[in-house]
């Protein structure tokens, strides 16, 4: 599904970090730095981002390079799954996002879920363990690794945040846009089979 030319983009970037963070001599690390011009302009070349967000991208990329790790929680009441309508582009996705250090994977989805949907949560159920650019097509410069689980609606309501727009719930039939980088159909009717299924197992890459 992933174009090849972004695998490589990330390759060069691991490459130019990990030589970056553990080289001494001054002379390959201009090679190093090399490597890493090379990784932008073959992201600039091949995508609409602006050239000022891929260098703050790459100035906050420090250290040996490793995937980043995306948490999302669902929780289905009635064959309906809670939604989050995103306010970076308006479009809903699972109640989630980035993992907090010093959390675990089920903590940050407890978290995620009462801060993007005003609900508390008790995951019970892991779901998939995914690889993003086996599930989504566009370019993105991050490796991101998508631990979803299968929560119980304990309470809560909607309230006003600075990520989300508004909450809702939604059958597969009636779904709204999908925030297509933090979920896909395909991945929501994971959700449905591990609730539906007590001898679903869960799916990784």
Known sequence: ????????ARELQSISQAGLT?????????????IERLSREIIEKHTEIPHEVIESYYRQ??????????????????ERILLVR???????????????????????????AFEEAGVRVKPNKLVAILDRSKWISDPCPYTI???????????????????????GFFSLDDLPP??????????????????HNPDFRPVYD
């Open 1 to 8: 599904m992933e174009k090849q030319w972004i695998k490589w």
């Open 22 to 34: 553990y080289c001494k001599n001054d002379y390959d690390l201009d090679r190093y730095r090399e």
């Open 61 to 78: 990329e420090v250290g040996y390079l490793t995937p980043k790790v995306d948490v999302r929680g669902g929780v289905i009441v009635g």
């Open 86 to 112: 995103e306010k970076l582009d308006g479009k809903w996705a699972l109640p989630g996002g980035w993992a907090d250090v010093n959390r675990t994977p089920q903590e940050n989805v407890i978290k995620e």
């Open 145 to 167: 690794y998508k631990i979803h689980m299968l929560c119980d609606l304990i309470e809560g309501e909607f309230k006003q945040n600075t990520e989300t727009l508004e909450s």
């Open 178 to 195: 999908l925030s297509q980088g933090r979920i896909t159909r395909e991945q929501l009717e994971m959700f449905f089979e591990a609730h």
